[in-house]
């Protein structure tokens, strides 16, 4: 191949010159195959994305590939990503399929029915090893994890700023298993929320302005520093802990979010 690139960049300028200088040299460069792939499609986000990542060479991302993984879970995340919860509440796009990447944690707390670790060698585990699971175990982990998203979906509004940090995400989605197992889903509401957004933002300028103020709640600058390590277990187990302690509910025992 090599040879060829060399014989042709001393021998031609123009495709016209092969036939003229070598027969045999024009066979061996028409034989070259060169694969070439159609993609059809009218979603405008898709076409500019491969655009701009074709040019930049930019590398799959941990969701892109795991979506590439295939099995049931896989088409199990596809079929979720048009619920209601993702098309209406995320005030996200599933560009780079940042949806299917929120919905394999979802899928992985809801599976566990515990709190446990998010990060990407997990879930990647997790996606592929479900290949192995019955039909049944299929359909019942839809059902739970549909059961905890109608609920995410009746709390939030459109487009839900509360969900901008999706890191949030899979610690609501906690909340309301944990709730929706005691039956008192009914405690949660977004303007409840809301003020705890509220509240935790004015502990933060009031830490920030005086740190020995007795009044400062030191759980919810906590609850702000965790945000750098979102995927941990523990990182997700202490959010919930303080969002049960401000809704005056019981913490959950032994990182168990579905009690019996």
């Known amino acids: 191949m090599k040879d060829l690139v060399q014989d042709i960049s001393t021998c031609a300028n123009h495709y016209k010159d092969f036939s003229k200088i070598s027969l045999k040299l024009k066979a061996r460069f028409e034989s070259l195959p060169l694969p070439v792939y159609v993609v059809k499609t009218s979603d405008t986000d898709l076409i500019e994305e491969m655009f701009s990542r074709l040019n930049e060479a930019s590398p799959l991302n941990a969701a892109e590939k795991r979506n590439a993984f295939g099995g049931p879970l896989t088409d199990l995340i596809h079929e979720l990503a048009d619920h209601r919860f ?36 997990h879930l990647d585990k997790f996606v592929k090893t479900f290949e192995s699971h019955a039909l049944d175990s299929v359909n019942s982990l839809r059902s739970r994890t549909v059961a905890v998203l109608d609920g995410m979906a009746d709390v939030f ?19 309301v298993m944990v709730l929706q197992s005691r039956n008192r889903l009914y405690k949660l509401n977004r303007d409840l929320l809301c ?7 004015k502990n933060r300028e009031l830490a920030q302005n005086d740190e020995e103020s007795a009044e400062i ?10 945000t750098q390590s979102p995927n941990d277990s523990s990182s997700i187990e202490f959010k919930l802990s303080v969002l049960l302690d401000y809704l005056k509910e019981a913490p959950i025992s032994n990182k168990v979010l579905q009690e019996v």
Not at 161 to 172: D, G
Not at 195 to 201: A, C, D, G, T
Not at 217 to 226: A, G, H, K, P, S
Request: contains cysteine.
């Open 217 to 226: 709640n030191y759980d919810w600058l906590e609850f702000d520093r965790l």
């Open 157 to 175: 509004q459109k487009n839900e700023k509360l969900l901008k940090l999706v890191t949030m995400v899979p610690i609501y989605f906690a909340l």
């Open 195 to 201: 003020r705890f957004e509220e509240e935790k933002r």
């Open 86 to 121: 993702c098309k209406e509440i995320l005030p996200f796009a599933n560009k780079r399929y940042k949806h299917y990447d929120v919905l394999s944690k979802l899928l992985l707390l809801a599976d566990r029915g515990r709190v446990v670790d998010t990060k990407r060698i």
